[in-house]
C-alpha cells in the first residue's frame, strides 16, 4: 500500500508553532482496510471525564482513546488518513498543538470546527478519524512523517 501526502503549491499550508497541522490531500493506493472510529471524547474507561476544564489534559486522553480504538481495529496512528476535531474554544486548541502533534503527526487531512457544546458540559475536544491499513500487514503504531 502506498501512501502519499500532498500539499499543493496554490493552497495555503496551516501551520502553528513550528508544526504543519495538517496535509490538504492523502492519497492510499493499493488494497487496505478502511476502518472508521467514533468520535473520541475525554473519556476513561469507566466513563468519566479526564481533565475537566484542561483543554491539554482532554487533547492526550482523546489521542489516548483514538489509539486504543485504532489497536483494536488492527490499526495504528500513522495510518490515520482523515480527522474531525470538534473543539468548544478553538483558540484553546490551537495552544496545544504540541500534544496534538503527539498522536496525529502523520498528517492526516483534516477539519477542525468550534461548537457550542458536546455530549457533556466538561468535555472541550472530540476527535474522529479515519484510518487505512495496508492489507498485507497490521498498523504502525506511532507517528510517521511523510
Known amino acids: 500500500m502506498k501512501r502519499q501526502n500532498i500539499q ?9 508553532g513550528g508544526h504543519v497541522l495538517y496535509s490538504h490531500v492523502v492519497v492510499v493506493e493499493g488494497g ?3 476502518v472508521y472510529v467514533a468520535g473520541q ?11 475537566a476544564g484542561d483543554m491539554r489534559a482532554q487533547i492526550r486522553q482523546v489521542g489516548e482513546n ?7 481495529a488492527g490499526a495504528g496512528l500513522n495510518d490515520i488518513v482523515k480527522t ?3 473543539v468548544t474554544d478553538i483558540e484553546e486548541f490551537f495552544k496545544h498543538v504540541d500534544v ?11 477539519t477542525t ?6 455530549a457533556h458540559p466538561d468535555l472541550l475536544v472530540e476527535v474522529e478519524v ?9 498498523g504502525g503504531g506511532g507517528p510517521r512523517r511523510p
Open 32 to 34: 487496505g482496510r478502511t
Open 84 to 86: 474531525n476535531t470538534y
Open 100 to 110: 496534538r502533534m503527539e498522536y496525529f503527526a502523520a498528517l492526516p487531512t483534516s
Open 130 to 138: 479515519v484510518a487505512v491499513v495496508d492489507a498485507s500487514g497490521g
Open 8 to 16: 499543493p503549491d496554490s493552497l495555503a499550508v496551516r501551520t502553528v
Open 113 to 118: 470546527v468550534e461548537v457550542r457544546r458536546l
Open 41 to 51: 471524547l475525554a473519556r476513561d474507561k469507566n466513563g468519566s471525564v479526564v481533565g
Open 66 to 72: 483514538v489509539k486504543a480504538a485504532l489497536a483494536a
